[in-house]
């Protein structure tokens, strides 16, 4: 091949790259993205019978636990990468983090050998989720200023552990308890929203979804035990959250 063909099919590979690149940005946008959850459905198992204690004599029976009782929801932030197929249908991928403030609560009842009732109160620590999500929306009014839209998402989610310290009956101390491992399971999100476009290039979304995650973190420590929680683990299978959250989009075709 000659040095002028060369030149030309080079300077035609260059052209049809800078056209992809140039498509690519046309349709290719980034949100940050920052909200609070709702609502933390789900509880922990309780004992089957009274835990016996010997030093002071009783028993405890711990009440029905809920997430929402010992965990303030807090906040949520992110970011995400979305191309547009089309006018209406944009994919998406996303990186999400959800913290859950733990608090002290009552959680049981002691009652001693004199039939003398106390309660049995223990310190929950923080918790929080990391989600790696794909995903795809539908925008209903594509090109006005005002989209309505939903989406669906599937990906994973890291759940850190759940502890608790628990107060010592005889005001000797403290029992730290690991009431649900740390796991990485599979999750499921549903959303619905507006996105605003007030200038060209920049948009505003809202949305509220709903995040359902597939897990049952068992744990295993042996301090269970001597709480007598030994059969109780964070009912983690039927674990939901429902973010609230409003993102700032960034178009790079506009």
Not at 44 to 56: A, H, S
Not at 98 to 110: C, K, L, M, R
Not at 208 to 226: E, G
Request: hydrophobic share 40%.
């Amino acid at each position: 091949m000659k040095a002028g063909s060369s030149s030309l099919v080079c300077a035609a590979l260059a052209v049809a790259g800078m056209a992809r690149a140039d498509d690519f940005r046309e349709h290719a946008s980034i949100a940050l993205f920052a909200g609070g959850n709702a609502a933390m459905p789900g509880s922990f198992r309780g004992q089957t019978v009274p835990f016996e204690t010997t030093d002071p004599s009783g028993s405890i029976v711990y009440h029905d636990l809920k997430f929402d009782d010992v965990y303030d929801h807090q906040y949520t932030y992110g970011g995400e990468f979305d191309y547009a197929f089309n006018p209406s249908f944009t994919g998406f991928g996303r990186i999400g983090y959800a913290n859950f403030s733990g608090h002290e609560h009552d959680v049981g009842t002691f009652t001693s050998a004199a039939t003398e009732q106390s309660t049995v109160r223990a310190t929950f620590e923080d918790t929080n989720t990391r989600e790696y999500d794909l995903g795809a929306r539908y925008n209903f009014m594509p090109g006005s200023k005002w989209q309505p839209f939903v989406g669906a998402a599937l990906g994973a989610t890291h759940l850190s552990a759940a502890r608790a310290d628990f107060l010592n009956i005889d005001g000797s101390g403290k029992t730290r308890v690991t009431l649900a491992e740390a796991d990485t399971v599979f999750s499921q999100r549903a959303e619905t929203g507006l996105q605003f476009a007030p200038v060209p290039g920049f948009d505003l979304r809202l949305s509220v979804a709903a995040n359902h995650l597939d897990a049952d973190t068992r744990s295993s420590d042996p301090n269970l035990a001597l709480v007598g929680l030994k059969d109780t683990s964070g009912e983690e299978r039927n674990h939901w959250d429902y973010p609230v959250e409003l993102a700032a989009v960034w178009n790079f075709g506009s």
